[in-house]
């Protein structure tokens, strides 16, 4: 039996499958779409990437600051209470519990590495909720980068407190006013410096979206997490969970659990935000009402109108509120091997709260989302009673505890 | 070839090529801007169909995006103004690549060519991404200019230079549109770079605001785009009397030097 204790060390699983073609994932979805200026970097990136994941130095450096700095393996749990409850057998992969609290640390120290290797001296990010601005922040502190944050301004207003750590952190954070002002925004004005800055600087994107090698090199770093969780979940119900569920907005958190899964015999399950219900136009949910579009450098399913003007998504959680989704999640749709539901904000909520009670764990409104999800479909029946369902819980609320206490305590409910 | 054998024609005759940009359906009487820049001397319009994340563009011209979506703008709507206007230069519609793709290849590609548009230029469609655009354009007679970048080594600019139709869009400097104080050395490189590998017009642009700057930069290439400093007048207030000044400010300029 492999040992996935917290504390020991990491076993970074055989790498998966690279896309196809110019990033290509099925259904033609992926690509390179950016300006001339970007593509050297993206090609030298691309490269830099592919020899470092074959290569044992860079994986055992990667694997090592997994273990010793972000505190992996991080456990499954399971949740008696809220299975008791439910009738089905929930799980949870407990990504809350890393170094800064969310799965983003994965990716980024992946990606940090790659940064030294290219001799870059400065990172820049976009974030959403604040936990990929706050993990970049950290690995910048941690390998003496500098560090630049994009921010949208309604995000920087929701998530002041994650604003506060990554200026504690020594970063800069940049408002982004233009827009909608959140994730989409601060994605393109990312974009914009790097058009300007490409030559000295390394663009660590914090999820599955951008042009290639972004949404498979995103998802190598992430798949540690359902490498982790198979092994795990093999261990403790010997054999595989029958439903594996992960919130949805970019995706990272949901195609690092699924790369463990995708060829298992697991129901995969992705949760995007219905933020005021579907029907409201108010949401994120990119694959259930995206059309294909190329935005941020990738083919993709994305929120747009009929002139394929992108529309601006909406979610109570600021890392769900993204017009689009990565390219592998519209693959995976197309292909018909994963599903993806949504929970809206008021189900996101109760959520919050569910958990919070019957486990004593404070979930983030992202995977307050599958929770959400799970708890109807349980109820329904659309999950069968007595199933295991594994839940990737993608990251602590903390970062939550004030907007959402404003919610209970205003008249929004 | 309408784009590039009038651009090239003028270059015989001695001229130095300018081409400005206006940002499309930003204001009722955007199309008498069209005119006034076309009358002061222009030697082909540029006009933006504005996109809502148009991440090659600074800020001015985001503005201008943001402003003529929100009073109505659409791709439709601009190609048919567009349609059998009274100017007697080329027109280029620049957009990105979401618009074009969502409306389709074949339809927007005619639909641009049923209009008079000679050329389109899709700065998020690199030369590896150009295939299904590329050969509907082709099959439609529709000009695609492509960008090269002061960071494309040289084997790629080859293949972009030859790829390219209308003109080669020479990046003159990394970053977004927008206005700068000063010209950078690199800007002359990369006109340098490109001529050297093409006889097709090679055009500099993105950072080029001023007569002083445009001739500069004429200096190492065919010509000039100039799009922010024209589009931050026409934000100001500006009308078509101001935009077409300050065109045949850039032409009186670019002409003294010739």
């Known amino acids: ?413 | 070839m309408k784009l590039e054998s009038h651009l090239r024609e003028r270059r015989e005759a001695g001229h130095k090529l300018l081409v400005p940009y206006v940002t499309g359906g930003l204001g009722a009487g955007w199309r008498d801007v069209l005119r006034a820049v076309a009358a002061a001397g222009a030697d082909a319009i540029e006009v933006g169909i504005p996109f809502s994340d148009p991440v090659m563009d600074g800020k001015t011209i985001q503005e201008a995006s943001q402003r003529a979506l929100e009073i109505g703008a659409t791709p439709d709507a601009i190609i048919a103004d567009l349609r059998g206007i009274d100017i007697d230069i080329p027109i280029a519609v620049m957009t990105y690549y979401n618009p074009v793709f969502h409306a389709g290849h074949e339809r927007f590609a005619s639909a641009l060519a049923d209009a008079g548009v000679d050329a389109a230029i899709i700065p998020d469609l690199p030369f590896d991404e150009l295939d299904g655009w590329g050969d509907a354009a082709d099959r439609a007679r529709v000009e695609t200019v492509l960008l090269a970048a002061p960071t494309t080594p040289e084997e790629r600019l080859r293949l972009i230079c030859e790829r390219s139709r209308g003109f080669v869009y020479a990046v003159a400097l990394m970053g977004v549109t927008g206005e700068r104080a000063n010209l950078p050395e690199q800007a002359l490189t990369m006109g340098r770079r490109c001529s050297k590998v093409t006889d097709r017009p090679v055009l500099l642009g993105v950072g080029i605001s001023t007569p002083e700057q445009a001739v500069q930069a004429a200096g190492a290439a065919d010509g000039v785009v100039v799009g922010s400093a024209l589009v931050r007048r026409l934000l100001q207030g500006g009308g078509p009397d101001e935009a077409g000044a300050f065109v045949a400010g850039l032409r009186a300029a670019l002409d003294a030097a010739t």
């Open chain 1, 1 to 413: 039996m492999t040992s996935l204790a917290r504390g020991e060390p990491v076993l970074l699983g055989p790498a998966g499958p690279e896309p196809t073609g110019l990033g290509r994932f099925e259904g033609d979805f992926g690509g390179r779409f950016v300006p001339e200026s970007l593509v050297p970097a993206l090609e030298e990136l691309e490269h830099e990437f592919r020899a470092a994941w074959h290569s044992d130095e860079f994986r055992r450096e990667f694997a090592d600051l997994l273990q010793s700095y972000a505190g992996r393996p991080t456990p499954v749990t399971e949740c008696h209470r809220l299975s008791e409850r439910l009738g089905v057998r929930v799980l949870l992969k407990r990504e809350d519990l890393t170094h800064t609290g969310s799965h983003k640390i994965n990716n980024v120290l992946g990606q940090a590495l790659l940064t030294r290797r290219m001799s870059k001296r400065r990172l820049i990010a976009e974030t959403g909720a604040g936990q990929h601005g706050v993990a970049t922040a950290t690995a910048a502190a941690l390998f003496g980068l500098e560090c630049i944050v994009f921010m949208g301004a309604v995000d920087v207003e929701r998530q002041s407190l994650n604003v506060f750590r990554m200026r504690l952190l020594g970063a800069e954070v940049i408002p982004v006013h233009s827009g909608s002002a959140t994730l989409k925004d601060a994605i393109n004005d990312a974009l914009r410096d790097w058009v300007a800055t490409v030559e000295t600087t390394h663009y660590c994107i914090g999820s599955v979206v951008g042009p290639h090698p972004y949404p498979w090199m995103v998802r190598e770093f992430q798949r540690v997490v359902g490498d982790e969780a198979r092994t795990q979940c093999r261990a403790l119900l010997g054999g595989d969970p029958d439903v594996v569920v992960a919130c949805v907005g970019g995706g990272s958190n949901a195609i690092g659990t699924f790369a463990g899964f995708v060829d298992t015999d697991a129901r995969l399950v992705g949760v995007e935000a219905a933020g005021l219900g579907l029907e409201s136009g108010k949401h994120g949910a990119s694959v259930n009402r995206g059309v294909p579009g190329v935005l941020h450098g990738a083919k993709s399913l994305f929120l747009q109108d009929e002139h394929g003007q992108i529309r601006e998504a909406h979610s109570i959680s600021a890392g769900l509120d993204y017009p689009g989704v990565g390219p592998e999640h519209a693959a995976l749709a197309a292909a018909g091997r994963a599903e993806y539901a949504c929970a809206t904000d008021h189900e996101a909520l109760d959520a919050f709260q569910a958990l919070s009670v019957t486990e004593g764990i404070v979930p983030a409104l992202e995977p307050s989302h599958a929770l959400a999800w799970v708890t109807r479909a349980a109820r329904e029946g659309s999950i069968a009673p007595g199933s295991t369902v594994l839940v990737t819980l993608s990251g602590r609320g903390d970062k939550d505890a004030m907007q959402v206490a404003e919610h209970l305590s205003g008249d929004s409910r």
